[in-house]
Nanobody, 124 residues
């Protein structure tokens, strides 16, 4: 079992920045990949960014590439999502998720554990 807790969400103006954190506890000694997904109002959950266990591989949705950065601090069991140049369309509940195998980073069904989410609201 893995428990995931997101934090760092809030209200920010367009063009601003936020850093989200995902704290993992439980089965964190096993290698796993972590990703951020988001679900905006009236939209389906979508992949935002993913990172391998080593941190050497990262993946981004086209909509956030160049603006968001995912990183990992293995010593602290934390994964971060830094978002810059935020847009109103980035408004969503952001979730972190963990998977223990498989090649796909962008497919939500591949992930076994999910956090409760943190709200990000970007005002225009």
């Amino acid at each position: 079992q893995v428990q995931l807790v997101e934090s760092g969400g809030g209200l920010v103006q367009a063009g601003g920045s936020l850093r989200l954190s995902c704290a993992a506890s439980g089965r964190t000694f096993s290698t796993h990949a972590t990703a951020w997904f988001r679900q905006g109002p009236g939209k389906e959950r979508e992949f935002v960014a993913g990172i391998s266990w080593s941190g050497s591989s990262t993946y981004y949705a086209d909509s956030v590439k160049g603006r968001f950065t995912i990183s990992r601090d293995k010593a602290k069991n934390l994964v971060y999502l830094q978002g810059n140049s935020l847009k109103p369309e980035d408004t969503a509940v952001y979730y972190c998720a963990v998977k223990y195998g498989g090649p796909s980073f962008a497919a939500a069904p591949a992930y076994e554990y999910w956090g409760q989410g943190t709200q990000v609201t970007v005002s225009s």
